[in-house]
Protein backbone atom coordinates (compact mmCIF):
# COMPACT_ATOMS: atom_id res chain seq x y z
CA UNK A 1 0.00 0.00 0.00
CA UNK A 2 2.80 2.68 0.94
CA UNK A 3 4.18 1.82 -2.64
CA UNK A 4 0.69 2.04 -4.23
CA UNK A 5 0.17 5.43 -2.13
CA UNK A 6 3.70 6.93 -3.29
CA UNK A 7 3.48 6.48 -6.73
CA UNK A 8 -0.58 7.79 -7.24
CA UNK A 9 0.96 10.96 -5.30
CA UNK A 10 3.85 11.01 -7.08
CA UNK A 11 2.11 10.74 -10.77
CA UNK A 12 -0.99 12.96 -10.16
CA UNK A 13 0.95 15.69 -9.11
CA UNK A 14 3.94 15.45 -11.32
CA UNK A 15 1.23 15.46 -14.16
CA UNK A 16 -0.17 18.66 -12.64
CA UNK A 17 2.91 20.18 -13.10
CA UNK A 18 2.68 18.96 -17.55
CA UNK A 19 -0.31 22.11 -16.87
CA UNK A 20 1.42 24.32 -14.74
CA UNK A 21 4.91 24.69 -15.39
CA UNK A 22 5.99 24.33 -18.97
CA UNK A 23 5.18 27.55 -20.25
CA UNK A 24 7.79 29.39 -18.30
CA UNK A 25 10.76 27.45 -20.17
CA UNK A 26 9.67 29.39 -22.94
CA UNK A 27 11.37 33.33 -23.49
CA UNK A 28 8.81 35.23 -25.18
CA UNK A 29 11.78 37.05 -26.44
CA UNK A 30 10.77 40.06 -28.10
CA UNK A 31 7.01 40.59 -26.86
CA UNK A 32 6.23 43.23 -24.23
CA UNK A 33 3.07 43.95 -22.72
CA UNK A 34 1.74 47.30 -20.39
CA UNK A 35 5.67 48.03 -20.51
CA UNK A 36 6.92 44.81 -18.68
CA UNK A 37 8.59 41.39 -20.24
CA UNK A 38 5.39 39.50 -22.02
CA UNK A 39 7.38 36.75 -19.87
CA UNK A 40 6.90 38.49 -16.46
CA UNK A 41 3.33 39.72 -17.27
CA UNK A 42 1.90 35.77 -18.24
CA UNK A 43 4.10 34.26 -14.55
CA UNK A 44 2.16 37.18 -12.57
CA UNK A 45 -0.91 36.53 -14.40
CA UNK A 46 -0.36 32.46 -13.64
CA UNK A 47 0.57 32.94 -9.72
CA UNK A 48 -2.01 35.45 -9.14
CA UNK A 49 -4.96 32.89 -10.60
CA UNK A 50 -2.47 30.03 -8.36
CA UNK A 51 -2.80 32.53 -5.48
CA UNK A 52 -6.45 32.91 -5.71
CA UNK A 53 -6.95 29.33 -5.81
CA UNK A 54 -5.22 29.03 -2.72
CA UNK A 55 -7.68 31.09 -0.86
CA UNK A 56 -10.20 29.70 -2.32
CA UNK A 57 -9.37 25.98 -1.18
CA UNK A 58 -9.04 27.06 2.54
CA UNK A 59 -12.82 27.01 1.94
CA UNK A 60 -13.13 24.44 -0.18
CA UNK A 61 -10.11 21.90 0.40
CA UNK A 62 -11.26 22.20 4.25
CA UNK A 63 -14.73 21.07 3.55
CA UNK A 64 -13.92 18.54 0.89
CA UNK A 65 -15.89 15.04 1.74
CA UNK A 66 -14.31 12.48 0.54
CA UNK A 67 -16.80 10.96 -2.35
CA UNK A 68 -16.30 14.51 -4.21
CA UNK A 69 -12.44 14.20 -4.50
CA UNK A 70 -12.16 12.77 -7.88
CA UNK A 71 -14.84 13.98 -10.04
CA UNK A 72 -13.23 17.60 -8.73
CA UNK A 73 -9.77 17.02 -9.13
CA UNK A 74 -10.07 15.59 -13.05
CA UNK A 75 -12.14 18.52 -13.62
CA UNK A 76 -10.16 20.88 -12.26
CA UNK A 77 -7.10 19.41 -14.36
CA UNK A 78 -9.55 19.87 -17.85
CA UNK A 79 -9.90 23.08 -16.95
CA UNK A 80 -6.80 23.96 -16.82
CA UNK A 81 -5.77 22.35 -19.77
CA UNK A 82 -8.96 24.54 -21.99
CA UNK A 83 -7.15 27.37 -20.70
CA UNK A 84 -3.75 26.26 -21.89
CA UNK A 85 -5.64 25.57 -25.41
CA UNK A 86 -6.96 29.07 -25.31
CA UNK A 87 -3.53 30.65 -24.73
CA UNK A 88 -2.16 28.90 -27.94
CA UNK A 89 -5.00 31.15 -30.28
CA UNK A 90 -5.82 34.35 -28.86
CA UNK A 91 -4.17 37.65 -29.10
CA UNK A 92 -0.92 38.15 -26.82
CA UNK A 93 -3.05 41.18 -25.29
CA UNK A 94 -5.51 38.62 -24.18
CA UNK A 95 -2.90 35.39 -22.98
CA UNK A 96 -2.20 36.73 -19.66
CA UNK A 97 -6.05 36.09 -19.02
CA UNK A 98 -5.72 32.63 -19.84
CA UNK A 99 -2.77 31.64 -17.96
CA UNK A 100 -4.97 33.86 -14.84
CA UNK A 101 -7.87 31.11 -16.04
CA UNK A 102 -5.17 28.15 -16.12
CA UNK A 103 -4.11 29.37 -12.51
CA UNK A 104 -6.83 28.68 -11.03
CA UNK A 105 -8.20 25.23 -10.37
CA UNK A 106 -4.35 24.25 -10.28
CA UNK A 107 -4.03 25.31 -6.80
CA UNK A 108 -6.53 23.21 -5.25
CA UNK A 109 -5.02 19.91 -6.64
CA UNK A 110 -2.53 19.54 -4.15
CA UNK A 111 -5.05 19.72 -1.43
CA UNK A 112 -7.20 16.82 -2.86
CA UNK A 113 -4.34 14.67 -3.57
CA UNK A 114 -3.51 14.98 0.15
CA UNK A 115 -7.06 14.41 1.45
CA UNK A 116 -6.30 10.74 0.19
CA UNK A 117 -2.97 10.36 2.19
CA UNK A 118 -3.43 12.60 5.50
CA UNK A 119 -4.35 10.85 8.83
CA UNK A 120 -2.39 7.74 8.81
CA UNK A 121 0.75 6.29 10.27
CA UNK A 122 2.87 6.50 7.48
CA UNK A 123 1.43 9.80 6.23
CA UNK A 124 4.84 11.28 6.18
CA UNK A 125 6.26 8.30 3.90
CA UNK A 126 3.31 8.42 1.21
CA UNK A 127 3.45 12.00 0.90
CA UNK A 128 7.07 12.26 -0.04
CA UNK A 129 5.63 11.29 -3.66
CA UNK A 130 3.29 14.02 -3.42
CA UNK A 131 6.15 16.61 -2.88
CA UNK A 132 9.29 15.00 -4.18
CA UNK A 133 7.46 15.31 -8.08
CA UNK A 134 7.18 19.24 -7.06
CA UNK A 135 10.94 18.83 -6.80
CA UNK A 136 11.40 16.85 -10.02
CA UNK A 137 8.77 17.77 -12.50
CA UNK A 138 9.41 21.19 -12.42
CA UNK A 139 12.93 20.70 -13.81
CA UNK A 140 11.73 17.73 -16.09
CA UNK A 141 8.90 19.78 -17.47
CA UNK A 142 11.29 22.61 -18.08
CA UNK A 143 13.75 20.45 -20.28
CA UNK A 144 10.97 19.19 -21.62
CA UNK A 145 9.63 21.93 -22.89
CA UNK A 146 12.93 23.28 -24.70
CA UNK A 147 13.65 20.39 -26.37
CA UNK A 148 9.91 20.81 -28.20
CA UNK A 149 10.95 24.63 -28.86
CA UNK A 150 14.36 24.11 -30.05
CA UNK A 151 14.53 20.72 -31.45
CA UNK A 152 10.78 20.39 -32.99
CA UNK A 153 10.20 23.89 -33.58
CA UNK A 154 7.41 23.93 -31.94
CA UNK A 155 6.11 27.38 -30.88
CA UNK A 156 6.43 29.34 -27.81
CA UNK A 157 2.44 29.53 -26.94
CA UNK A 158 2.02 26.19 -28.33
CA UNK A 159 4.29 24.62 -26.14
CA UNK A 160 2.24 24.38 -23.28
CA UNK A 161 -1.00 23.29 -24.45
CA UNK A 162 0.64 20.17 -26.13
CA UNK A 163 2.73 19.01 -22.74
CA UNK A 164 -0.67 18.97 -21.46
CA UNK A 165 -2.47 17.10 -24.03
CA UNK A 166 0.36 14.66 -23.60
CA UNK A 167 -0.33 13.87 -20.05
CA UNK A 168 -3.87 13.97 -19.61
CA UNK A 169 -4.06 9.69 -19.87
CA UNK A 170 -1.17 9.54 -17.00
CA UNK A 171 -3.33 11.88 -15.25
CA UNK A 172 -6.57 9.60 -15.33
CA UNK A 173 -4.10 6.59 -14.38
CA UNK A 174 -2.93 7.89 -11.17
CA UNK A 175 -5.98 9.41 -9.85
CA UNK A 176 -7.56 5.90 -10.59
CA UNK A 177 -4.46 4.69 -8.62
CA UNK A 178 -5.65 7.53 -5.97
CA UNK A 179 -8.99 6.74 -5.71
CA UNK A 180 -8.24 3.03 -4.76
CA UNK A 181 -6.14 3.42 -1.67
CA UNK A 182 -8.69 2.70 1.34
CA UNK A 183 -9.45 4.92 3.83
CA UNK A 184 -7.27 5.42 7.53
CA UNK A 185 -8.27 2.46 10.14
CA UNK A 186 -8.96 2.55 13.61
CA UNK A 187 -5.12 2.82 14.24
CA UNK A 188 -4.60 5.56 12.02
CA UNK A 189 -7.22 7.83 13.31
CA UNK A 190 -5.65 6.52 17.07
CA UNK A 191 -2.06 7.60 16.23
CA UNK A 192 -2.58 11.42 14.27
CA UNK A 193 -6.69 11.82 15.49
CA UNK A 194 -9.64 11.17 13.14
CA UNK A 195 -9.59 13.61 9.81
CA UNK A 196 -13.01 15.50 8.77
CA UNK A 197 -14.16 18.15 6.37
CA UNK A 198 -14.83 21.46 8.56
CA UNK A 199 -17.09 23.92 8.97
CA UNK A 200 -16.73 28.19 9.58
CA UNK A 201 -16.51 27.30 13.35
CA UNK A 202 -14.18 24.66 13.51
CA UNK A 203 -11.80 26.98 11.34
CA UNK A 204 -11.91 29.96 13.62
CA UNK A 205 -12.21 27.64 16.53
CA UNK A 206 -8.31 26.59 15.56
CA UNK A 207 -7.61 29.88 14.98
CA UNK A 208 -8.38 31.07 18.44
CA UNK A 209 -6.70 28.71 20.36
CA UNK A 210 -3.81 28.57 18.36
CA UNK A 211 -3.05 31.66 16.05
CA UNK A 212 0.06 33.07 17.48
CA UNK A 213 1.86 29.93 16.48
CA UNK A 214 -0.01 29.52 12.90
CA UNK A 215 0.95 32.87 12.20
CA UNK A 216 4.48 32.37 12.82
CA UNK A 217 4.57 28.89 10.69
CA UNK A 218 2.13 31.09 8.04
CA UNK A 219 5.00 33.63 7.46
CA UNK A 220 8.07 30.77 7.60
CA UNK A 221 6.48 29.15 4.86
CA UNK A 222 5.32 32.41 3.15
CA UNK A 223 9.35 32.98 2.87
CA UNK A 224 9.65 29.14 1.51
CA UNK A 225 6.76 29.95 -1.45
CA UNK A 226 8.41 33.04 -2.29
CA UNK A 227 11.64 31.50 -2.56
CA UNK A 228 10.81 28.52 -4.22
CA UNK A 229 8.35 30.31 -7.00
CA UNK A 230 10.97 32.72 -7.47
CA UNK A 231 13.34 30.51 -7.99
CA UNK A 232 10.97 28.13 -10.26
CA UNK A 233 9.53 30.64 -12.29
CA UNK A 234 13.30 32.65 -13.31
CA UNK A 235 15.59 29.69 -13.49
CA UNK A 236 16.07 30.02 -17.24
CA UNK A 237 17.06 33.81 -16.74
CA UNK A 238 19.01 33.12 -13.43
CA UNK A 239 21.27 30.47 -15.22
CA UNK A 240 21.41 32.35 -18.13
CA UNK A 241 23.18 35.12 -15.75
CA UNK A 242 25.47 32.82 -13.96
CA UNK A 243 26.40 30.67 -17.08
CA UNK A 244 26.66 34.10 -19.31
CA UNK A 245 24.94 32.66 -22.09
CA UNK A 246 22.51 29.62 -23.25
CA UNK A 247 22.72 26.69 -20.86
CA UNK A 248 21.96 23.37 -21.84
CA UNK A 249 18.51 22.08 -21.46
CA UNK A 250 18.73 19.45 -19.08
CA UNK A 251 20.58 21.23 -16.54
CA UNK A 252 17.36 22.04 -14.91
CA UNK A 253 16.83 18.33 -14.65
CA UNK A 254 20.12 18.06 -13.82
CA UNK A 255 20.24 20.59 -10.70
CA UNK A 256 16.77 19.04 -9.12
CA UNK A 257 17.46 15.55 -9.24
CA UNK A 258 19.99 14.98 -6.33
CA UNK A 259 18.15 16.98 -4.37
CA UNK A 260 14.94 14.89 -4.83
CA UNK A 261 16.50 11.46 -3.72
CA UNK A 262 18.20 13.22 -0.39
CA UNK A 263 14.44 14.59 0.39
CA UNK A 264 12.94 10.98 -0.04
CA UNK A 265 14.88 9.89 2.71
CA UNK A 266 15.19 12.29 5.42
CA UNK A 267 11.63 13.30 4.80
CA UNK A 268 10.80 9.66 5.29
CA UNK A 269 12.63 9.11 8.48
CA UNK A 270 10.41 11.14 10.07
CA UNK A 271 7.52 8.46 10.10
CA UNK A 272 9.62 6.50 12.64
CA UNK A 273 8.35 8.68 15.42
CA UNK A 274 5.55 7.77 16.69
CA UNK A 275 5.37 10.64 19.22
CA UNK A 276 3.40 13.80 17.58
CA UNK A 277 5.24 15.95 19.67
CA UNK A 278 8.66 14.08 19.19
CA UNK A 279 7.87 13.98 15.24
CA UNK A 280 6.95 17.84 15.43
CA UNK A 281 10.13 18.56 17.09
CA UNK A 282 12.39 16.85 14.60
CA UNK A 283 10.61 18.36 11.78
CA UNK A 284 11.41 21.80 13.02
CA UNK A 285 15.35 20.73 13.29
CA UNK A 286 15.39 19.49 9.71
CA UNK A 287 13.50 23.41 8.74
CA UNK A 288 16.54 24.81 10.86
CA UNK A 289 18.92 22.73 8.69
CA UNK A 290 17.06 23.61 5.73
CA UNK A 291 16.84 27.92 6.62
CA UNK A 292 21.37 27.41 7.06
CA UNK A 293 22.00 25.31 4.32
CA UNK A 294 20.47 28.23 2.52
CA UNK A 295 21.86 31.16 3.94
CA UNK A 296 25.48 29.27 3.71
CA UNK A 297 25.40 28.24 0.26
CA UNK A 298 24.92 31.64 -0.60
CA UNK A 299 27.82 33.34 1.07
CA UNK A 300 29.78 30.37 -0.59
CA UNK A 301 28.78 30.70 -4.24
CA UNK A 302 29.25 35.06 -3.82
CA UNK A 303 32.75 34.17 -2.46
CA UNK A 304 33.43 31.99 -5.42
CA UNK A 305 33.82 28.75 -3.28
CA UNK A 306 31.13 26.32 -5.21
CA UNK A 307 29.96 26.36 -8.98
CA UNK A 308 26.92 27.87 -9.97
CA UNK A 309 25.58 23.74 -10.55
CA UNK A 310 26.67 22.94 -7.03
CA UNK A 311 25.31 26.50 -5.46
CA UNK A 312 21.76 25.84 -6.99
CA UNK A 313 21.60 22.09 -5.68
CA UNK A 314 23.02 23.08 -2.31
CA UNK A 315 20.84 25.72 -2.19
CA UNK A 316 17.43 23.49 -3.64
CA UNK A 317 18.33 21.11 -0.77
CA UNK A 318 18.00 23.57 1.59
CA UNK A 319 14.95 25.15 0.37
CA UNK A 320 13.39 21.53 0.13
CA UNK A 321 14.79 20.02 3.42
CA UNK A 322 12.85 22.87 5.20
CA UNK A 323 9.92 23.06 2.55
CA UNK A 324 8.92 19.34 2.04
CA UNK A 325 8.73 17.97 5.39
CA UNK A 326 7.00 21.52 6.40
CA UNK A 327 4.07 20.82 3.77
CA UNK A 328 3.57 17.10 4.32
CA UNK A 329 4.75 16.81 8.07
CA UNK A 330 4.33 19.99 10.39
CA UNK A 331 0.69 20.91 10.15
CA UNK A 332 0.05 16.90 10.07
CA UNK A 333 1.76 16.51 13.49
CA UNK A 334 0.07 19.75 14.55
CA UNK A 335 -3.14 18.50 14.02
CA UNK A 336 -2.05 15.24 15.93
CA UNK A 337 -0.62 16.50 18.59
CA UNK A 338 -3.21 18.82 19.74
CA UNK A 339 -6.19 17.03 18.19
CA UNK A 340 -7.67 19.35 15.81
CA UNK A 341 -11.04 19.04 15.11
CA UNK A 342 -10.40 19.25 11.17
CA UNK A 343 -7.52 18.59 8.64
CA UNK A 344 -4.06 19.64 7.89
CA UNK A 345 -5.50 20.73 4.42
CA UNK A 346 -6.84 23.32 6.42
CA UNK A 347 -3.89 24.89 7.21
CA UNK A 348 -1.86 24.24 4.39
CA UNK A 349 -4.22 26.68 2.41
CA UNK A 350 -3.49 29.34 4.61
CA UNK A 351 -0.28 29.37 4.21
CA UNK A 352 -0.14 28.59 0.56
CA UNK A 353 -2.84 31.50 0.08
CA UNK A 354 -0.42 34.54 1.83
CA UNK A 355 3.07 32.52 0.01
CA UNK A 356 1.70 33.30 -3.14
CA UNK A 357 0.10 36.64 -2.35
CA UNK A 358 4.09 37.64 -0.98
CA UNK A 359 5.12 35.83 -4.57
CA UNK A 360 2.95 38.13 -6.16
CA UNK A 361 4.47 40.77 -4.29
CA UNK A 362 7.61 40.55 -5.23
CA UNK A 363 7.90 39.79 -8.55
CA UNK A 364 5.87 42.91 -8.87
CA UNK A 365 8.14 44.81 -6.61
CA UNK A 366 11.06 43.55 -8.63
CA UNK A 367 9.77 44.35 -12.03
CA UNK A 368 8.48 48.42 -10.73
CA UNK A 369 11.07 48.77 -8.49
CA UNK A 370 14.07 47.18 -9.03
CA UNK A 371 13.98 46.35 -12.97
CA UNK A 372 17.66 47.39 -13.07
CA UNK A 373 18.81 44.58 -10.63
CA UNK A 374 19.74 41.31 -12.23
CA UNK A 375 17.43 38.46 -11.81
CA UNK A 376 20.93 37.24 -10.16
CA UNK A 377 21.27 39.14 -7.54
CA UNK A 378 17.56 40.03 -6.73
CA UNK A 379 17.66 35.76 -6.07
CA UNK A 380 20.90 36.25 -3.87
CA UNK A 381 18.99 38.63 -2.21
CA UNK A 382 16.08 36.84 -1.33
CA UNK A 383 18.06 33.70 -0.41
CA UNK A 384 19.23 35.91 2.97
CA UNK A 385 15.99 37.32 3.71
CA UNK A 386 14.68 33.78 4.00
CA UNK A 387 17.47 31.95 5.97
CA UNK A 388 17.22 35.02 8.54
CA UNK A 389 13.55 36.34 8.65
CA UNK A 390 12.30 32.60 8.49
CA UNK A 391 15.01 31.47 11.15
CA UNK A 392 13.20 34.27 13.63
CA UNK A 393 9.22 33.12 12.37
CA UNK A 394 9.78 29.67 12.81
CA UNK A 395 11.96 29.73 16.55
CA UNK A 396 8.52 31.90 17.65
CA UNK A 397 6.48 29.43 16.56
CA UNK A 398 8.37 26.46 18.15
CA UNK A 399 8.37 28.33 21.47
CA UNK A 400 4.30 29.14 21.24
CA UNK A 401 3.72 25.27 20.12
CA UNK A 402 6.13 23.84 23.13
CA UNK A 403 4.64 25.90 25.70
CA UNK A 404 1.20 25.01 24.56
CA UNK A 405 2.23 21.30 24.45
CA UNK A 406 3.39 21.41 28.25
CA UNK A 407 0.37 23.63 29.53
CA UNK A 408 -2.39 21.17 28.31
CA UNK A 409 -0.37 17.83 29.47
CA UNK A 410 0.26 20.02 33.21
CA UNK A 411 -3.86 20.27 32.98
CA UNK A 412 -4.15 16.72 32.03
CA UNK A 413 -2.09 15.47 34.95
CA UNK A 414 -4.19 18.14 37.73
CA UNK A 415 -7.07 17.29 36.55
CA UNK A 416 -6.52 13.40 36.82
Not at 208 to 221: D, H, N
Amino acid sequence: MILWCFVASFGTYFCMYAFRKPFSSAEYAGFELMGMSLKTVLILSQVFGYMLSKFIGVKVISELKASKRVRLIVGLILFAEIALALFGCVPNGVKPIMLFLNGIPLGMVWGVVFSFLEGRRVTELIATGLSVSAIVSSGMLKSFGRILIEDYGVSDFWMPALIGVMFIPLFILFVWMLSKIPAPNAEDEQLKSKREAMKGQDRMEVLRKYGLGILMLVLTYALFSIFRDFRDNFSVEIWSEMQQGSVSPDVYTRSELPIALIVIVTTAFLVLFKSNFRGFLFTSSFVFIGLFIIGASTVLFQTGKISPLNWMIVNGLGLYMAYVPFQIVMYERLVALFRMKGNAGYLMYISDSIGYLGSVGIMTYKEFFQSDVSWLSFFESICYWVAIVGGVCLSIALLFFVRKHYQIKQFKIVRA
